[in-house]
């Protein structure tokens, strides 16, 4: 018996044929103790994945993990291409690529910055800042700037710019524990560092704190305090940025139907907008109460031309998610839905985009993708239209992997590949028209923490249990010999 049913040997041979997946695993046997007989390189469950594929074509999928990895996959079978294993108190809390650079940023008081050569994880050069008594749980970020291989990076209660091998910071600013700042919008000439103010009793709700400060000189041109009552990463704010239009604060006060749209600089929000007009859509007062935003890149610097965002409400039993892009008009703002999707389950969107060379420069292409969060899993991919460019279908155990946390997008050749995680270590590369992944990991075991050894009895050696074998086929896989002797002894 195993599993609790029947197994004759044929159709035994026939399943373990089927899931042999290495031939270097040999039986555990006595005699063969102290050889390896198989491995698993694991990487931990992402927190964030960044791919993007550059003019000529190579895709870099960079992974930041819950075990501290940096991991950089091949986009065309999931195998580790390098990784760097961090210090286990050495919380990575950010990625970002650019190019052939990867930045990441780790620790909390005493911080780490680093840019890697993304095609070999090879360290290209790093900062490091000692422990801050300022320091407010939880800062930290780092980012690019435009057109530069310098890096503007909160560190400990510090903002720094650094160059390529730095001895010291090209400038160093003090925030003096006014905020946690997570979050650093990068423009032409001025940056702007958004955080949760410090509660006081003259201000004890919760509000965002921001600091506008010159690149050039690391001067504070203005601060101030926007969306009261909000706090970074809840669901009823989003941060947008793009080159072209800067950078956006986006949120709905508690029990309000009004979404305010904040410009960064602007001390004021700028517009007030229902949701009805925000997305030509048929909501309703308590459609609007209880809707969410979410942020669309996982690396919104990237390959953002346009702010987008998405907004995601339940009407009628049924999940609508709507994706909402900013452009300007002769200085006035309009928002359009870009495409929106309906569900009985909850739906994850996300974006990717390849950069193409057009007419001697480089321009992006950029799509979205929607992917239902349950095991059933059915995906679209839109190219700057409301029609779907591509789709497919996935199913996988939900109860063992959770459901579909984040989803982004990448090109191999001219056809899209998403990729999607779960919560419970799932990594699946999706192709269209297929209801098989291209290639998938699975992270779960990187949590294991203990293991047993179990004893089964007879045979004692991988000689004796090969002469006992009436089909020489069958002990053709190392795995099915191993499962071989659990039914024999069963």
């Known amino acids: ?5 029947s197994l004759t040997r044929a159709a035994l041979a026939a399943v373990l044929a089927a899931s042999s997946f290495s031939t270097a695993v040999q039986g555990l046997f006595p005699d063969e103790a102290g050889r390896i007989d198989w491995y698993r390189a694991q990487i931990g469950v992402p927190k964030s994945i960044v791919a993007h594929t550059q003019e000529d074509r190579t895709t870099n999928i960079l992974a930041i993990t819950d075990r501290n990895v940096l991991a950089s996959l091949k986009p065309d079978s999931g195998e580790i291409a390098w990784r760097q294993v961090f210090d286990p108190t050495e919380r990575i809390n950010a990625l970002k690529v650019r190019g052939s650079l990867a930045l990441t940023h780790s620790g909390d008081s005493e911080a780490h910055v680093r840019v890697w050569d993304a095609q ?8 490091s800042q000692p422990p801050s008594p300022s320091y407010k749980a939880n800062s930290g970020a780092a980012e690019f700037l435009r057109k530069s291989q310098d890096v503007l990076a909160v560190v400990g209660d510090s903002l720094v710019r650094l160059s390529p091998n730095p001895s010291k910071p090209v400038w160093e600013l003090a925030l003096n524990g006014t905020a946690s700042y997570k979050r650093l919008v990068v423009q032409e000439s001025v940056a702007f560092v958004i955080g ?13 704190h921001v600091v506008e400060v010159s690149l050039k000189t690391g001067l504070v041109k203005q601060q101030y305090d926007v969306g009261t009552e909000q706090a970074l990463g809840r669901s009823s704010n989003v941060v947008v940025e793009s080159k072209e239009y800067g950078g956006y604060i986006v949120w709905r006060d508690d029990k309000n139907i009004v979404w305010n749209v904040h410009r960064l600089g602007m001390q004021e ?7 009805a007009k ?16 979410g942020e669309l890149d996982a690396d919104p610097g990237l390959i953002a031309d346009k702010p987008r965002f998405t907004l995601t409400y339940t009407k009628d039993t049924k999940v609508k998610t709507i994706v909402i892009e900013m452009t300007h008009a002769k200085d006035k703002l309009e928002l359009r839905k870009v495409v929106g999707f309906r ?8 974006s990717g985009g390849a950069t193409l060379p057009s007419s001697g420069a480089s321009q992006t292409e950029r799509a979205v993708v929607a992917v239902r969060t349950s095991g059933d899993i059915s995906w679209r991919a839109y190219a700057n239209s409301k029609t779907p460019t591509h789709s497919g279908e996935f199913a996988y155990d939900t109860a063992t992997y959770g459901p579909v946390t984040a989803a982004t997008l990448y090109y191999a050749g001219s056809e899209p590949r998403v990729l999607i995680q779960t919560s419970g270590g799932l990594v699946a590369a999706l192709a ?15 949590h294991a923490t203990d293991m047993t050894f179990l004893e089964l009895p007879a045979p004692a050696s991988s000689a004796e249990h090969a002469a006992k074998a009436t089909d020489p086929s069958i002990l053709a896989s190392p795995m099915s010999r191993y499962v071989l002797r659990w039914v024999e002894t069963a």
């Open 432 to 446: 269209p028209g297929s209801n098989a992944p291209v290639w998938f990991r699975d992270e779960s075991l990187a």
């Open 196 to 208: 949760d103010a410090v509660r006081t009793k003259r201000h004890p709700k919760p509000r965002l």
């Open 278 to 293: 925000l997305v030509q859509s048929e909501l309703m007062p308590m459609d609007m109460l209880t809707s969410t935003l």
């Open 343 to 350: 569900s009985d389950s909850a739906i994850v969107a996300g």
């Open 269 to 275: 929000p700028m517009w007030d907008i229902y949701h």
């Open 120 to 127: 070999s994880g090879a360290l290209a050069w790093g900062f």
């Open 1 to 5: 018996m195993l599993g609790g049913h």
